[in-house]
């Protein structure tokens, strides 16, 4: 707050700047992934982890002890896990997780903050 109150000027001292320790990306370039049908979430990677595209990142399983009810999920683009649903149960439509990515995503549509 205190480096913010120096950049607009209510504080007239030097900004004091420090490096970004995170890596960032066009909003555009985010890959919103959804839950293709209801179930029991499965995660594989953790928050922060970097995938490649294709990768498999999660499952939902439809029906436990039914294999043929389980779907995998595969990373859109190559990129980072940066956020996912929190809950174990999910329904058809909901946001699985979020990647950053090194390409726009089919879902951007240029003026929302968020396409999901």
């Keep these: ?4 109150l120096c950049t607009v000027g209510v504080i007239d001292e030097a900004p004091l700047l420090v490096d970004w320790p995170v890596q ?6 985010m890959e919103t992934m959804l839950a293709p049908r209801p ?14 595209q294709g990768q498999r990142f999660a499952r939902i399983v439809g029906r ?10 595969h990373a859109a683009q190559a990129g980072r896990l940066v956020t996912r649903h929190r809950d174990r149960l999910i329904a058809q439509g909901s946001v ?3 990647f950053t990515g090194s390409r726009g995503s089919h879902n951007w549509t240029g003026g ?5």
Excluded: I, Q
């Design 64 to 73: 436990p002890g039914d294999a043929s009810s389980e779907v995998v999920l």
């Design 1 to 4: 707050m205190y480096a913010w």
């Design 39 to 52: 179930g029991v979430l499965v995660f594989e990677k953790e928050l922060g982890d970097f995938v490649a």
């Design 96 to 98: 699985v997780a979020k």
């Design 24 to 29: 960032t990306v066009e909003m555009g370039h």
């Design 112 to 116: 929302l903050l968020d396409p999901n």
